[in-house]
């Protein structure tokens, strides 16, 4: 992060393609907008670039006062999903005998390029501006170069005639702003591209765009799907009374899975006091939700083996293939996240099935505490992470 002495040169430089200062301390799409526009690094400097709020454009402090508030809303730029792939950002503030400067810290990502609202912002010099086809198609091309995620690297031995089109143009209305979409003159393979959907070098999708559109997932990734057994007792030794290989395109699964969830869901009486009673669900379906999205961003789709979904009479279980993955340990998962699928965890958060990045433990577990259940429990190994969620009322 900034040391003092580094701030200390920024305000004395001029604004750059790396630098921008402002006194606004509200402008939250403002702000966006140069974050976005620093992570694409379209000089591809592959440094941080730095926005200092209260700061006039002189380099002289305006005596802002920095609240916690201001602090947590720009820190929050990260994670509420209008920025796409996450940022990499850090906030700091800085006490000077001026005012406070509050320095927000951008790195360019491996996954270029980046969206606010579906459009790409770049800086030319200092202002920043929304980039041309030409300057999307560099940022695609400089993605192919330096992707390290299995999701986001080329499918070799698929082409274009894998994929759901049709499925794509939906999802594309989600994550492109409609004014892109209206002056688009790209191919489908550069459409593709923009979304990390494509290699254009390899002339193939990648594995993102096999598993989220994908006519068959499962033949170039034989672990893509999701076995769920349902069991009448508590030992996976009984016999099961249902089961099925879900398996798709990613939003197929999803509403699979929810079909099958939503049957699992049993409510009964619940006296809350002398004069008050309420139906209470066995399991809060939201918190089922929230951990198989989990369990299917987070997996290891390497692997050859599935998601499993198993339900008990007094439990539910939820393992995906794959231990803890880059920045996440044992003892800080609940406040740490590291994306094993990058561009997977996004595809679900603009499809809707996350709220804001990082926070789905944390949702899963308020929700089971306010229907009544047990907390959930994870159990770590080198090659799977499992959880379990107990049924309301034992």
């Not at 000089?43 to 305006?62: H, I, Q, R, T």
């Not at 390899?202 to 993102?208: L, S």
């Not at 997996?299 to 979904?309: F, G, I, K, M, T």
């Amino acid at each position: 992060m900034v040391t003092a002495e580094k701030l200390q040169t920024m305000l004395r430089d001029m604004e750059s393609v790396r630098l921008e200062r402002t006194t606004s301390i509200n402008a939250t799409e403002k702000f966006s907008e140069v974050v976005c526009a620093f992570a694409n690094d379209m000089p591809d400097s592959k440094e941080p670039g730095y926005l200092l709020v209260g700061v006039n454009d002189d380099g002289a402090l305006n005596g802002l006062q920095a609240t916690d508030e201001l602090l947590q809303r720009l820190a929050a730029l990260r994670s509420d999903g209008n920025i796409l792939p996450q940022p990499a950002l850090q906030v700091e503030k800085f006490s000077l005998p001026g005012g406070d400067v509050v320095v927000v810290e951008v790195k360019p990502p491996d996954l270029p390029p980046v969206r606010y609202k579906g459009q790409v912002w770049i800086r030319n010099g200092p202002r920043k501006a929304i980039a041309n086809e030409q300057e999307e198609r560099i940022l695609s091309e400089r993605r192919a170069a330096t992707a390290r995620t299995f999701d986001a690297t080329a499918c070799a031995d698929a082409n274009i005639s894998d994929l759901a089109l049709n499925l794509f143009a939906a999802y594309r209305q989600s994550t492109v702003a409609s004014s892109v979409i209206d002056e688009n003159h790209r191919s489908i393979e550069e459409q593709l591209a923009a979304l990390r959907l494509y290699d254009l070098k390899k002339n193939c999708p990648t594995n993102a765009g096999i598993l989220l559109f994908g006519t068959n997932p499962r033949f170039y990734s034989p672990g893509a799907y999701v076995q769920y057994l349902q069991f009448s007792g508590t030992e996976i030794t009984d016999i099961p009374i249902d089961q099925a290989e879900i398996s798709g395109d990613m939003g197929g699964v999803m509403q699979q899975l929810d079909n099958r969830v939503q049957s699992l869901i049993q409510t009964s009486l619940r006296t809350r006091s002398a004069l008050r009673e309420e139906m209470q669900p066995n399991y809060p379906l939201g918190a089922i939700r929230e951990l198989l999205v989990n369990a299917l961003i987070h997996r290891d789709y390497a692997s050859n083996s599935p998601v499993r979904l198993y339900c008990f009479s007094d439990r539910i279980e939820i393992q995906n293939p794959g231990g803890l993955y880059g920045d996440v340990t044992r003892e800080n998962y609940l406040r740490v996240n590291s994306y094993r699928n990058p561009v997977l965890a996004e595809a679900m958060k603009t499809l809707g099935y996350m709220n804001r990045f990082g926070y789905g433990i944390q949702r899963a577990q308020k929700l089971l505490h306010e229907n009544g259940n047990p907390p959930a429990q994870f159990t770590f190994e080198s090659y799977y992470v499992n959880v379990t969620l107990q049924r309301s009322g034992r």
